[in-house]
């Protein structure tokens, strides 16, 4: 009877697994496919590996001047949201103030705000101050946006930190600037890395703020010029999955990379929380 709910559990998650895949299979085959042979059969395989969209998808998306607009908006932004929430999270964490309860309070609710429900008074105030169409404007919507979360996420984990540490810092002659940036920020590392991907993640794959901040193709993140393949009355699917790909292929390298820094945040994260 063990045995028989152990192999279920392990085919119930196999089948999850390839169901996940499914999605990846079917951009991964068709990018080498014509529109032609994607609308007869999305998921036979290519008669032979057909470069031509990926070379055509990487003119068209001018993808060396839109890849470096993601990644300054998205490297900057994360950068300043983990420096800002780590030091609001520290004063929570340490000063026992009122204000500081109510400020917290207040971040916490605001994560469960969706970003519909604020689109339009803010593309409002930012017509009204003539920041449209601005990188920075992305910049400052991202730390914004992201800070609430992270400071919910440092506030815990911060808060495991002995005092002890910053005491005997304190008794050395160490100041209190010198003991956040020696201390308490390496202490940081593995939520900060979290952080660091899941902000990561959400900025470079945001459509919609982008969508409706930033009109100029020169100043357009690779998801935007991906949507520029697609129309009213007509797609061209081998360009858009092509698309994807370019736009897929950066992210993933990304996570490749940073996915043990990634687990080890949040089994430390849950065990100190």
Same mark, same amino acid.
Not at 79 to 101: D, E, G, P, Q
């Given at each position: 009877m063990?045995?028989?709910k152990k192999?279920?559990?392990?085919?119930f998650?196999?089948?999850?697994?390839?169901?996940?895949?499914i999605p990846?299979y079917?951009?991964i085959?068709n $990018?080498?496919?014509?529109?032609?042979?994607i609308v007869n @059969?999305a998921l *036979?395989?290519?008669?032979?590996?057909?470069?031509? +969209?990926l070379?055509?998808?990487?003119?068209?998306m001018?993808?060396a001047r839109t890849?470096?607009?993601?990644?300054?908006?998205?490297?900057v932004?994360?950068?300043?949201?983990?420096v800002?929430?780590?030091?609001c999270a520290?004063?929570?964490?340490?000063?026992?103030w009122?204000?500081?309860?109510?400020i917290f309070?207040?971040m916490v609710v605001?994560?469960?705000i969706?970003?519909q429900?604020i689109?339009i008074?803010? $593309?409002k105030?930012?017509s009204?101050?003539g920041i449209m @169409?601005?990188? *920075?404007t992305?910049i400052?919507?991202?730390?914004g +946006?992201?800070v609430?979360?992270?400071?919910?996420m440092?506030?815990g984990?911060?808060?495991?930190?002995?005092y002890?540490?910053e005491?005997a810092a304190?008794i050395?002659g160490?100041?209190?600037?010198?003991?956040f940036v020696?201390?308490?920020?390496?202490l940081?590392?593995p939520?900060?890395?979290t952080?660091?991907?899941l902000n990561?993640?959400?900025t470079?794959n945001?459509?919609?703020?982008p969508?409706?901040?930033l009109?100029?193709?020169?100043?357009?993140t690779?998801?935007?010029?991906?949507?520029?393949?697609?129309?009213?009355?007509?797609?061209?699917?081998?360009?858009v999955?092509a698309g994807?790909?370019?736009?897929?292929l950066?992210?993933l390298i990304?996570?490749i990379?940073m996915q043990?820094?990634i687990?080890?945040?949040?089994?430390?994260g849950?065990?100190?929380?």
């Amino acid at each position: 009877m063990k045995n028989t709910k152990k192999w279920s559990f392990y085919i119930f998650i196999t089948a999850c697994f390839l169901v996940f895949l499914i999605p990846f299979y079917i951009v991964i085959v068709n $990018v080498f496919k014509d529109n032609k042979a994607i609308v007869n @059969n999305a998921l *036979a395989l290519p008669k032979s590996l057909d470069f031509s +969209a990926l070379a055509d998808a990487f003119e068209k998306m001018n993808y060396a001047r839109t890849f470096m607009n993601s990644l300054l908006i998205t490297l900057v932004s994360v950068s300043l949201t983990i420096v800002v929430a780590a030091m609001c999270a520290y004063l929570f964490a340490r000063k026992n103030w009122k204000i500081n309860k109510i400020i917290f309070m207040v971040m916490v609710v605001s994560m469960i705000i969706p970003f519909q429900t604020i689109m339009i008074p803010l $593309v409002k105030n930012f017509s009204s101050l003539g920041i449209m @169409n601005n990188r *920075a404007t992305m910049i400052f919507f991202y730390i914004g +946006a992201n800070v609430p979360m992270a400071v919910f996420m440092f506030h815990g984990f911060m808060k495991s930190i002995p005092y002890e540490l910053e005491e005997a810092a304190k008794i050395d002659g160490c100041t209190q600037v010198g003991i956040f940036v020696r201390i308490i920020l390496p202490l940081l590392k593995p939520i900060a890395s979290t952080i660091f991907i899941l902000n990561f993640l959400g900025t470079w794959n945001d459509f919609l703020a982008p969508f409706i901040i930033l009109t100029d193709n020169s100043k357009k993140t690779l998801p935007l010029m991906t949507y520029m393949f697609t129309g009213q009355y007509f797609t061209d699917y081998a360009l858009v999955l092509a698309g994807l790909i370019l736009t897929m292929l950066p992210i993933l390298i990304v996570y490749i990379f940073m996915q043990k820094n990634i687990i080890e945040g949040v089994a430390q994260g849950a065990v100190k929380g």
